[in-house]
């Protein structure tokens, strides 16, 4: 039982980091390497990233940027190992 609990734990945490919301610094950190803010202003802008607004500032959710990272052919992990 313990292990159950362990384990679910773990998957709720998973599930709240997916869903964090990320200030625009912490969102160009992401890239590697780093993106300038234009760049990701354009990314938002092309659609690639949503913008989300809370308390007047700027914010992106991590598993939209983790798609974004997926989706942009420059950042896809490469399959070789």
């Excluded at 354009?42 to 989706?71: C, D, F, N, P, R």
């Amino acid at each position: 039982v313990p292990q159950a609990v362990h384990q679910g734990m773990k998957t709720f945490k998973e599930e709240q980091l997916y869903e964090k919301l990320l200030s625009p610094d912490e969102t160009r950190k992401l890239f590697h390497p780093a993106i300038s803010k234009p760049t990701l202003d354009s990314y938002a802008e092309k659609g690639y990233i949503q913008k989300h607004y809370l308390g007047g500032l700027t914010w992106y959710k991590y598993s939209e940027v983790m798609a974004a990272l997926k989706t942009l052919k420059r950042y896809r992990q490469s399959k070789h190992k």
